[in-house]
């Protein structure tokens, strides 16, 4: 949003438009630890249907849920990976995919409903309603490519599509990552003195840099778990006899390497994550001492969260990626995105002067640009 609007706009608008999307990304992020768990959980395909409205009510009775467990059984993931799966087994797999939809559901609502209750009280800025009319295409977008992405599984294959996996995590970060940062320019409006704007915004082509790296890296992370690649190479930092895993190269043609090639994807998602955090620390350190009090906080909260799920990736390597290993892992890819967001939105301008110099020994001139 511009600063012509975000001085303009009703101070309490702005606070009650910023507390629901953030209240709703919330919820978006949620839908992503919960899909991270189906995948995980191999219960993505115990659904064999789409039925957005009769849907919302699981099986009541044997006789459906036999029903239900019949439809799965003509699946080739049935036949190949689960043949001595009983009816409780395929309970169990049925509820947290069944789970994840109603989740998919009440996040459509939760946007739905209050958008209409604030444009019919003329509560959404013009000048905002182009950035709702994005998160509505791109929620009613997100929703046909679950199904489309389950479709890839019904047929020939035992899983979904790694492609299609990858581009659904994809558009659910670019959805979240848009809702977090129009929250936050809401929510900075609504603490400023009626018609005052934001300060300026220092340049963001290092976090811009950073934001894309996180998406990359978390769009490899889906490939590896399409792949199921997490369950191979159990090992840090060596990959079977070096730090490449043999065959790293081995398909043809050779872009499909990055794509298929089970110990090629796993590699460059460690690779990706690697560079990643080191490019946080960089960031971290170039930073670490401003004096914008609201931007050095996240500076520090994104060093503390890109360390955490570091740990926790390579831990679950290790362990052959558990499910609870692996679900927090995936949280931990959204929340890194969101502190680095935060830390972008914070960003305060060049011209601010670190809080001390680097001997330690005072303040620096006034005016001074940050390191």
């Known amino acids: 949003m511009t600063r012509d609007l975000l001085r303009s706009i009703d101070r309490g608008d702005a606070r009650a438009l910023g507390r629901w999307l953030a209240a709703w990304a919330f919820l978006v992020f949620l839908t992503v630890v919960v899909g991270g ?33 019949a439809k799965y059984r003509r699946i080739p993931q049935y036949a190949q990976m689960n043949p001595d799966m009983d009816l ?62 389950v479709a890839s599984g019904l047929s020939v294959r035992t899983e979904v599509s790694q492609y299609r996996l990858a581009a659904h995590l994809s558009m659910a970060l670019i959805l979240f990552a848009l809702t977090v940062w129009t929250a936050a320019d809401l929510l900075r409006a609504a603490d400023l003195p009626a018609g005052e704007a934001p300060p300026e915004r220092g340049r963001g082509r290092t976090f811009g840099a950073l934001t894309g790296l996180v998406l990359l890296t978390a769009f490899s992370g889906a490939l590896v778990a399409g792949l199921r690649a997490g369950k191979v190479y159990n090992s840090f930092p060596f990959m079977g ?33 690697t560079v990643t955090l080191l490019a946080v620390l960089a960031t971290w350190w170039r930073h670490r001492t401003t004096t914008d ?19 926790l990736g390579v831990t679950t390597l290790l362990l052959a990626v558990p499910i609870s290993l692996g679900v927090a892992h995936q949280g931990g890819a959204v929340l890194l995105l969101t502190v680095v967001l935060l830390a972008w939105h914070a960003l305060p301008p060049a011209s601010i002067p670190p809080r001390s110099s680097p001997s330690g020994t005072g303040h620096p001139r006034p005016g001074a640009p940050s390191p």
């Open 88 to 149: 409780a087994g395929f309970k169990r797999i049925y509820l947290w995919e069944f789970v994840h939809r109603i989740i998919a559901r009440l996040v459509g609502a939760a946007f739905l409903l209050p958008l209409i209750w604030f444009a019919l009280r003329r509560r959404i800025p013009r000048a905002l309603a182009p950035t709702l009319a994005t998160l509505l295409a791109l929620l009613a977008a997100q929703g046909a490519m679950g199904w489309w992405m």
């Open 37 to 69: 768990a189906t995948r995980l959980t191999e219960s993505g395909l115990s659904i064999t249907e789409w039925k957005p409205v009769t849907g919302v009510v699981p099986p009541l009775s044997e006789a459906q849920w036999e029903e239900e467990f």
């Open 293 to 311: 009090a609201r931007f050095r906080v996240r500076v520090h909260a994104m060093l503390g969260v890109v360390l955490l799920q570091f740990a």
């Open 241 to 273: 006899d070096g730090l490449v895993p043999p065959g790293y190269a081995s398909m043809d043609p050779w872009w499909r390497n990055l794509f298929e090639n089970h110990g090629a994807v796993q590699f460059d998602h460690r690779l990706l994550a």
